[in-house]
């Protein structure tokens, strides 16, 4: 919410609609809960799981890519690539059964999502020169 950046809002407002935001979501989390025992359905684990699949998985690349690498990244391509990888994670999801034999994916898809962006990540990025290496005597 940029509260600190912010000048037209007052501490007592920032409040207000900070609470406002936490109580919108509890009560859409609740709706959630209250449609899963409605319709009886126990996945709301799974569903939770699948989220996080498609949301972490481009977190997981990212942190991979800048603990494991020393490569500099194109600042306009990370938004784009953390896009495209849960397409192709969704995409492979549709037609798993049929590219794989008969293989759903399931929780492995959070790995699976963090490969790809780690992989695209690497694939558009360049080798970085490193200053701090090169000393002047």
């Excluded at 501490?11 to 207000?16: A, I, N, Y």
């Excluded at 800048?66 to 969704?90: D, E, H, Q, W, Y």
């Excluded at 549709?94 to 790809?116: A, P, Q, T, V």
Aim: aromatic share 16%; net charge positive; proline share 2%.
């Amino acid at each position: 919410m940029r509260f600190q950046r912010r000048t037209d809002l007052n501490e007592q407002q920032q409040t207000r609609l900070r609470k406002k935001i936490h109580l919108t979501f509890a009560v859409i989390f609740t709706l959630l809960v209250f449609f899963f025992k409605w319709k009886d359905d126990k996945s709301i684990i799974d569903l939770i799981f699948v989220i996080a699949g498609y949301t972490y998985g481009p977190l997981l690349g990212l942190f991979s890519f800048g603990i494991l690498t020393k490569r500099a990244l194109r600042n306009f391509m990370v938004p784009i690539v953390c896009i495209l990888s849960p397409v192709i994670c969704f995409i492979l999801d549709l037609y798993s059964e049929r590219l794989f034999g008969g293989y759903k994916f399931g929780n492995e898809m959070l790995i699976l999502n963090g490969l790809i962006t780690f992989t695209l990540l690497y694939t558009f990025s360049k080798t970085k020169l490193i200053e701090d290496e090169i000393t002047i005597a």
